[in-house]
């Protein structure tokens, strides 16, 4: 299947300590596979104390900037190349966050919730706190958290939206996460439709499948990740996100300068 010219806008870098390969070599296999460009989103410093060894520090944040315009000047002409972050929501960080945003011109800004507490749910290391909790009260506590970082107002689009189902605890009742979705569409925002979900054991993409009907119905626009964290993820599986997206009546959505572009 041909696919039109589509953007990767959920990418990471080595600053983070988890990625792999020079960011070069992620808009050359951007290139490769076809795609009109991509935005590096990596994960952003934050204060200090939280969650220090998955992401840049602070002082890392000129060199990420300044390898991020590298490439889009090596790039010129052949890719789009775009400068974002993935931005964490974490309740008492939003001063920290607001800040640092205003450093830089970003082209596009992720927000995504990745812990409940001092709980790092995403953390394969921390999995057996799912069997420690009850399953419904985990999504009722993040979609509350979620809801938080739709409304400070600092991000364009919500990650990875159901990500507590990443090892398999789905939501046993998903109207927490439909509320949510009233907000976000109340805000006007977007949603990362993110492919990283069909590499891990739910083996389903981010939003689930109801989830991306029920945000289309709303009319909430997507913004196609891979989540890369590696150049060979870059594009992962669009065809299918794409497939899953248009089935669900939902449109594409890219951004610059942090102003959509339908
Ligand atoms: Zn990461
Ligand atoms: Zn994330």
Redesign the pocket.
């Known amino acids: 299947m041909t696919l039109p010219p589509l953007f990767d806008s959920h990418l990471?870098t080595p600053l983070?300590n988890?990625?792999t390969g020079h960011p070069r070599e992620y808009a050359q296999a951007a290139l490769d596979a076809g795609l009109a460009g991509l935005c590096f989103t990596d994960?952003m410093p934050m204060p200090a104390w939280y969650d220090a060894g998955?992401r840049m520090r602070l002082g890392q944040l000129a060199e990420y900037v300044d390898t991020v315009r590298g490439v889009q000047a090596e790039f010129a002409g052949r890719l789009d190349v775009r400068l974002g972050l993935?931005a964490d929501f974490h309740p008492g960080t939003e001063r920290f966050v607001e800040r640092l945003l205003a450093a830089h011109d970003w082209d596009y800004v992720i927000g995504s919730v990745h812990y409940i507490g001092a709980w790092g749910f995403d953390n394969p290391e921390y999995v057996a706190e799912y069997g420690e909790r009850d399953l419904g009260g985990i999504y009722r506590h993040y979609a509350a958290l979620v809801e938080g970082a739709a409304r400070t107002g600092l991000f364009d689009a919500i990650g990875h939206l159901d990500l507590p189902k990443k090892f398999g605890h789905r939501d046993p009742d998903g109207s927490a996460l439909r509320r949510v979705l009233d907000v976000v569409a109340g805000l006007d925002l977007a949603l990362d439709f993110n492919t990283a979900g069909w590499r891990k054991p739910v083996a389903e993409a981010y939003p689930a499948p109801e989830l991306v009907r029920e945000a289309a119905a709303r009319g909430i626009p997507f913004v196609l990740g891979s989540?890369a964290?590696a150049p060979g993820e870059v594009g992962f599986r669009f065809g299918d996100a794409l497939a899953q997206i248009a089935a669900a009546g939902g449109r594409v959505v890219t951004y610059a300068g942090r102003v959509r572009r339908e």
């Open positions: 990471h983070c988890h990625a994960h998955w993935e989540d964290h």
